[in-house]
């Protein structure tokens, strides 16, 4: 299947498995990725997933990763998870999220000096661009903006983002004809999640359920951005039980010709 031949997609910021399987639906429709997980074992997992087809690292490693061209589309594929990058701008998964080399911030623009311009107007960093981000929240998308190209597509995955911080992003990026949008997982079963209501549908819902509607944000709904989609069994909207018929008055009425 080819539905994504040709695009170049970065997933970060997810510690659920909605990220992975944003990344595998890619994956199988002949995208290339680069996915960020945190843990050595979520990143091992994830080449075990996604074997060659995805470049797998460090959250601190992406923005070096990026700057430096050898992002999703590389031929080189680590296949280790260890998040170490095999160009020439190596990194750690270092929790100050500085550059271990020169020091400056992971998301800098190092080979030339200039920083990434972070909201409207043309994009300035060097290096790999991807025309879609898939990110939990805001502040992981924002310092990736530089990297995303104009007429591409962002779309949030956490439940946290609120529909004004959502339209106002869109707002921000419309000169660049960057869409962006949100789902809004809830009810969505995890490895080892205890016994919990059950939304409307009555039942848990899946992360291959969250990740078919973000990817349908991301490349089928076009003329979209700024929305917030549900994807939670009907919990945003709960069943409520129909109104009641008016009561009669009680007592005897007299009757009137």
């Not at 104009?150 to 707002?171: E, K, N, Q």
């Not at 209501?197 to 973000?214: M, Y």
């Amino acid at each position: 299947m080819t539905k994504y031949a040709r695009r170049r997609a970065l997933v970060v910021g997810e510690a659920t498995g909605i990220g992975l399987a944003i990344a595998k639906r890619l994956v199988e429709g002949g995208a290339s990725v680069l996915l960020a997980a945190r843990t050595a074992g979520a990143r091992a997992h994830a080449v075990t997933e996604l074997g060659s087809a995805a470049r797998v690292v460090a959250p601190s490693a992406v923005a070096d990763v990026l700057a430096g061209g050898t992002g999703a589309d590389t031929a080189a594929r680590t296949g280790t998870g260890t998040g170490t990058s095999t160009s020439t701008s190596t990194s750690t998964d270092t929790p100050t999220g500085t550059h271990p080399d020169t020091g400056t911030r992971s998301g800098a623009a190092t080979d030339t000096g200039a920083a990434p311009r972070t909201g409207t107007g043309p994009r300035t960093a060097p290096g790999l661009r991807v025309d879609l981000l898939f990110a939990d929240a805001i502040p992981s998308a924002r310092p990736l903006l530089p990297y995303v190209e104009d007429g591409g597509a962002i779309v949030l995955t956490s439940p946290t983002p609120c529909p004004d911080a959502v339209r106002a992003l869109a707002a921000e990026l419309a000169a660049r004809g960057i869409r962006v949008n949100a789902v809004a997982p809830g009810c969505i079963e995890a490895p080892g999640s205890g016994a919990v209501p059950l939304p409307p549908l009555g039942r848990l819902g899946a992360a291959e359920e969250v990740a078919r509607a973000a990817l349908f944000l991301a490349t089928e709904a076009t003329f979209t951005t700024g929305a917030r989609l549900p994807v939670d069994g009907g919990l945003a909207r709960p069943c409520t039980r129909p109104p009641s018929p008016p009561r009669l008055p009680s007592g005897n009425l007299e009757h009137t010709p």
